[in-house]
T-cell receptor, first 114, second 114 residues
Framework: DTEVTQTPKHLVMGMTNKKSLKCEQHMGHRAMYWYKQKAKKPPELMFVYSYEKLSINESVPSRFSPECPNSSLLNLHLHALQPEDSALYLC?????????????FGSGTRLTVV | GENVEQHPSTLSVQEGDSAVIKCTYSDSASNYFPWYKQELGKRPQLIIDIRSNVGEKKDQRIAVTLNKTAKHFSLHITETQPEDSAVYFCAATPVTGGGNKLTFGTGTQLKVEL
């Protein structure tokens, strides 16, 4: 299995809702990432997990809460989002945090906040 | 931190022509430079990468060149085909350290016209 799987593919949520995005990989990668991508812009790093521990938080607002339950799963919990948070959320993984090769992106969750 | 500039932002070529996209980076610690192709609504996919100990790398119709002294690298696509139409992102990162944070260029929308 050489893929990163993200669910759901599409999500529409209200500003008072709580929802979660899920990411799964079975490549044995020990580094996992959340990126946010706005239309016609490059992906922007949000969080990096290394060996299930949060290593980097790029000053992301607390309404985004990441979680790494085990080495294969990465969640992003969403609460009280704003319309400007609408974007494509990409999960990625790589073998280890200290190695940039083998970076693999998931297909993303397209989030719309209404 | 790293800053990556990418040009042009849009590029139109006739089928069969060559396309060149250029990127410059700022951090001399960066030594790994991947290129991603992103079709509309899909994930970024790695198409080629280069490490700083190599000046050029080729894979069929795609090649990347790197000038470490000038801190710039370029993507060359020969014999372009309609399926090459997509947004292309360059990126830079240190292979080790740096949190595997891929710093992306701003993207190039390539259109291959029949």
């Amino acid at each position: 299995d050489t893929e990163v799987t993200q669910t759901p593919k599409h999500l529409v949520m209200g500003m008072t809702n709580k929802k979660s995005l899920k990411c799964e990989q079975h490549m044995g990668h020990r580094a996992m990432y959340w990126y946010k991508q706005k239309a016609k812009k490059p992906p922007e790093l949000m969080f990096v997990y290394s060996y299930e521990k949060l290593s980097i938080n790029e000053s992301v607002p607390s309404r985004f809460s990441p979680e790494c339950p085990n080495s294969s799963l990465l969640n992003l919990h969403l609460h009280a989002l704003q319309p400007e948070d609408s974007a494509l959320y990409l999960c990625a993984s790589s073998p280890v945090m200290g190695q940039a090769y083998g970076y693999t992106f998931g297909s993303g969750t397209r989030l719309t906040v209404v | 931190g790293e800053n990556v500039e990418q040009h042009p932002s849009t590029l139109s070529v006739q089928e069969g022509d060559s396309a060149v996209i250029k990127c410059t980076y700022s951090d001399s610690a960066s030594n790994y430079f991947p290129w991603y192709k992103q079709e509309l609504g899909k994930r970024p996919q790695l198409i080629i990468d280069i490490r700083s100990n190599v000046g050029e790398k080729k894979d069929q119709r795609i090649a990347v060149t790197l000038n470490k002294t000038a801190k710039h690298f370029s993507l060359h696509i020969t014999e372009t085909q309609p399926e090459d139409s997509a947004v292309y992102f360059c990126a830079a990162t240190p292979v080790t350290g740096g949190g595997n944070k891929l710093t992306f260029g701003t993207g190039t929308q390539l259109k291959v016209e029949l």
